[in-house]
């Protein structure tokens, strides 16, 4: 099938664009991405997840941030949550472009099929970056890949992410890259000495101790159990590790802990709220995400990097981020990448951090330059440039109705 002709769209005109979002929810890293593109455009954000998701931490919480939207109703199936009231606020509004996340397994698919009803640009958003190796997965890839190579453009957390879409047979001049960002004003804000000082007191650490951090869930895909085993293969004795979260792993790996004698060197926090792990990532000296690919789950980011390193914290990252192979951690400028699944490295990694103050604020100033452009700006520009693409290429926008603007614009007749 011959490409459509490329149709000349003002730029102002597309800042006026309808654009439907359809998205699992509004989370505290979203909030400030999703202000600024409904500052961009005329968007409607349809979120669809009943916060029960198995990869989500129900006491952060959903968003409700200053934009039009609505947390759909539904109902589950399995892991399907089935929400009737989508297809009808598809059909029924006036839009130019429906944006769907790649995580809805009803969702995404009921999004395409009314962007093809209407006859307007599909776009995909993903931060998936290989083939998810269950039953379920491998039995509907053949779906997934006809929605990655027949979205009108798709729009990635990173390159690493185009580089897995491009293996998979999607022209690279569809995608396009949104570079995952959280809210850097919040996270970067200056902690008192002082709180970071009584911080260093509840998780038991003396002055002379170094505090390396962990947050997020622990679940498998996390890699804590490989960590642990790192702690145990330091020649230092002045690092104590502190974990920050819950998950259906934390009783196995205190546990775990218990029984590889670290009770003394590793402690457990449990949930802390987005708000305040901002004191946590200012008292430690590192920052360590030692995830690994699981049948189930890779890495797509990790915002806690983005956290960690808003607070000038030098990060130890897996090949397994996306953050890592994204290319916001810079082995050996930043923080360091090291193998996944390898207590050893991460121990050496660790070591080579804690021993050098020197290098430890090297990468924390590095870390605090970088982050600055992984931004919602930034990240919403990613998508402006997949809706610029699409509309260009669209016969679905009304010559007279984008061709008037563009003339208003430009200080023609109205």
């Known amino acids: 099938m011959s490409e459509p002709a490329v149709t000349q769209v003002n730029e102002a005109a597309i800042r006026r664009a309808r654009v439907a979002f359809v998205l699992p929810q509004c989370t505290h890293y979203t909030q400030g991405l999703f202000e600024t593109l409904a500052a961009r455009y005329e968007a409607d954000f349809f979120f669809f997840s009943d916060g029960k998701d198995w990869y989500w931490e129900q006491r952060n919480g959903y968003r409700r941030g200053r934009f039009r939207h609505e947390y759909l109703s539904g109902f589950r199936v399995g892991s399907m949550r089935i929400l009737h009231s989508l297809p009808k606020r598809l059909l029924s509004a006036q839009y130019d472009a429906i944006v769907a996340a790649i995580d809805g397994r009803f969702a995404l698919p009921v999004s395409m099929v009314c962007a093809r009803l209407k006859r307007i640009p599909f776009v995909l958003w ?33 390159t690493h992410v185009r580089r897995y879409l491009e293996r998979e047979g999607v022209q690279g001049e569809r995608i396009f890259v949104a570079p995952h960002a959280v809210d850097n004003a919040a996270i970067s804000r200056t902690v008192p000495e002082t709180e970071a000082t009584s911080l260093r007191k509840r ?15 622990l679940e498998p895909v996390k890699g804590v159990a490989y960590l642990l085993e790192a702690m145990i ?22 546990w775990a802990a218990g029984q590889l004698g670290l009770q003394d060197r590793v402690y457990f926090v449990g949930y802390v709220s987005p708000e305040q792990t901002r004191v946590y990532y200012a008292a430690a000296f590192g920052f360590v995400l030692p995830s690994v690919t699981t049948p189930r789950e890779k890495e797509t980011w990790g915002s806690v990097v983005n956290e960690a390193m808003n607070q000038g914290v030098p990060v130890i990252a897996t090949e397994a981020v996306g953050a890592a192979a994204g290319g916001l951690v810079l082995d050996g400028v930043n923080g360091f ?17 804690a021993a050098d103050a020197l290098l430890r604020k090297r990468m924390s100033d590095a870390a605090r330059s970088a982050v600055t452009v992984w931004n919602h700006e930034r990240m919403a520009d990613g998508f402006g440039q997949a809706l610029s693409y699409v509309f260009a290429r669209s016969k679905s926008l009304s010559a007279e109705r984008w061709g008037s603007s563009a003339q208003t614009e430009a200080g023609g007749p109205a």
Do not use: C
């Not at 998780?203 to 869930?217: A, D, I, N, P």
């Not at 390898?342 to 070591?351: G, Q, V, Y």
């Open 126 to 158: 993903t931060g998936i970056w290989n083939r998810i190796d269950t039953l379920f997965h491998r039995t509907v890839f053949p779906v997934t890949r006809f929605v990655y190579r027949n979205a009108d453009a798709v729009v990635t957390y990173g």
């Open 203 to 217: 998780v038991r650490l003396s002055e002379s101790q170094l505090m390396l951090l962990f947050v997020g869930r």
């Open 337 to 353: 990448v090291v193998p996944e699944k390898d207590s050893s490295a991460l121990a050496r990694a660790i070591e080579t951090l």
């Open 233 to 254: 293969k330091l020649r230092r004795s002045d690092v104590q590790l502190v974990i920050v979260g819950n998950g259906s792993e934390g009783e196995n790996l205190r």
